[in-house]
Each structure stands twice: as structure tokens, then as C-alpha cells.
């Protein structure tokens, strides 16, 4: 069973960067893609970036494209999510997850198509 650990997050402010990290063990990390989700007080988790198994491709919520960067380093079983250019709406606690199907042809945005998640990370941005 794969198991997943965030940090990176904290306090900035607006117009800011973090980086988050999510280092991963206990599953071959390299085979699987892996996603970041946030979720902000009252509401359902949502979709910012993923990243396929082999790094080749990734996609990016319409909301954070730009400004937040995936990317994963197979070596460290280790996937990143850079964000540039925070705002307060960007304030959220922070998920990394790996998919639950070996090498997916296309990086998934559900929340239905990960099935280890991390405990989270606290994003706060001040305005």
C-alpha cells in the first residue's frame, strides 16, 4: 500500500510563491500518475494538476494554469506542485494522490480516479 506525506505548505502573501511536496512510498512510485487536489472550507474537493506516470504529460486546472507547476522526480519518489502568483482564493488545504490504475494512458482529474491520498497540506494566502 502506498503511502503519501505533503509539506511544503504555509503562509504567504498574495502574489507569492510555494512549493509542496509529496513524497510517496510503498508502491512502485514511477508506475503510477499522481494528482493534486485542494479543497477549501465547506466544499468539495477540486481538481489542480496532474502528472503522468512517466512525466511526459500533465494537466492543469483552468483556475491555477500558469501560475502552478507539476512535476515529479522518479528517483526520489517524489512529485512537486510549484505555485507562482498566489491569491487569497488560492488559500486551501492540499492533497497529492496517485492513481489508482498502472500507467493510465491519460492523466486523470477525477477524484474517483485516485485511490491514496496524503493528509494534507494548509495553503493560506493573505490578501
Known amino acids: 500500500q502506498v503511502q503519501l506525506v505533503e509539506s511544503g505548505g504555509g503562509l504567504v502573501q498574495a502574489g507569492g510563491s510555494l512549493r509542496l511536496s509529496c513524497a510517496a512510498s510503498?508502491?512502485?512510485?514511477?508506475?503510477?500518475?499522481m494528482g493534486w487536489f485542494r479543497q477549501h472550507p465547506g466544499k468539495e474537493r477540486e481538481f489542480v494538476a496532474a502528472?503522468?506516470?512517466?512525466?511526459?504529460?500533465?494537466y492543469d486546472a483552468d483556475s491555477v494554469k500558469g501560475r502552478f507547476t507539476i512535476s515529479r522526480d522518479n528517483a526520489k519518489n517524489t512529485v512537486y506542485l510549484q505555485m507562482n502568483s498566489l491569491k487569497p482564493e488560492d488559500t486551501a488545504v492540499y492533497y497529492c494522490?496517485?492513481?489508482?490504475?498502472?500507467?493510465?494512458?491519460?492523466?486523470?482529474?477525477?477524484?474517483?480516479?485516485?485511490?491514496?491520498w496524503g493528509q494534507g497540506t494548509q495553503v493560506t494566502v493573505s490578501s
Open positions: 494522490a496517485a492513481d489508482n490504475r498502472l500507467r493510465r494512458p491519460r492523466v486523470g482529474v477525477r477524484t474517483a480516479d485516485y485511490d491514496t
Open positions: 510503498g508502491r512502485t512510485f514511477s508506475s503510477y500518475a
Open positions: 502528472i503522468s506516470w512517466s512525466g511526459s504529460s500533465t
